[in-house]
Structures are given as C-alpha cells and as structure tokens.
C-alpha cells in the first residue's frame, strides 16, 4: 500500500511539474511574438546617426544604432554588422540615414527594427519581408547572390 501512494505521489508530482514548466513555456513564446516583425506597423524614419554599436550586449544581438529624428532619438536594431560589412555599408556618428523598419516594445523598451537601410545613394535590405535578419549563416549576402548568378 505505502509502494502505491509513493508511486501516486511521484506520478503527481512530475505531472505538476510538466504543468509549470509549460506554463513558463507559453510565457516565454507570447513574450517573443510580442516583439515580432510586424509589416502592417511598418514605417520610415530619417535621421543622424547618435551611435552606433557592432555588438550589442542586449537582446536581439546585433548591430544597433542610436538615430536623433525629429522626433526624438531611437535605438534602432541593424541585425548582423558582418552583413553590413560583406556589403561595404559603413556607419559612423554624423551619418544622416533612412530606415523602414518596424516598431517593437522589447522588455518594456521601444526598439526599431531595421528592414531597409539606406545611406546617400546606398540601400540594403536588412530583414525579409516577415522580419527575418538576413545575413545570418545560411543565408546569402548580396554579394553572394550576385557571383551565384541565376539558372543556365
């Protein structure tokens, strides 16, 4: 009999367990669809470049910029600064830009993702249309595009 309550204690326990741990789960999920590239949101902003960070130490990683627009300033995420590079797109502190991107509250802060960066006469798509940073590893560059060429 004490075999079987143990056993029912432990069949208990493991299931409160796996309760719990899913509801932290789903938590964790909504918090990042929150934050989610959203192309109805989508907007244009122009501005001087405040800052700009290869790295960022936060969360999305990536390439940041801080850009004064009329408005006000906004951290803007670039996604992956070796993507800029592989396409010889510098920034610096001076630099007037613009950028459509969209609009995210990321832990209670505004952040502006980057889809379209452009600089003077230079313009780089950073994002897909559905908000995916391109340039990570498995996903080509502009210039890796270009020297692929098309079909034969």
């Known amino acids: 009999m004490r075999k079987l309550f143990l056993s029912r204690a432990a069949e208990i326990f493991v299931f409160a367990l796996l309760l719990f741990a899913g509801s ?16 109805t949101r989508e907007a244009s902003i122009s501005g001087t470049v405040v800052s700009y960070t290869v790295a960022s130490a936060t969360a999305p990683l990536g390439a940041r910029m801080v850009l004064q627009t009329s408005s006000g300033q ?14 010889h797109f510098s ?37 897909s249309l559905n ?5 990570r590893q498995g996903t080509p560059s502009a210039d890796q595009s270009s020297r692929q060429g098309g079909a034969r």
């Open 24 to 39: 932290a789960f789903s938590q964790q999920s909504s918090a990042v669809r929150g934050q989610a590239y959203d192309v």
């Open 74 to 87: 906004v951290t803007v995420h670039l996604g992956s600064s070796g993507f800029l590079e592989k396409n």
């Open 91 to 127: 920034l610096g502190v001076g630099d007037s830009v613009r950028v459509v991107g969209a609009p995210v509250s990321l832990d209670g802060q505004p952040l502006f993702l980057a889809r379209v960066l452009q600089k003077g006469t230079q313009a780089l798509n950073l994002r």
């Open 131 to 135: 908000g995916v940073v391109l340039g």
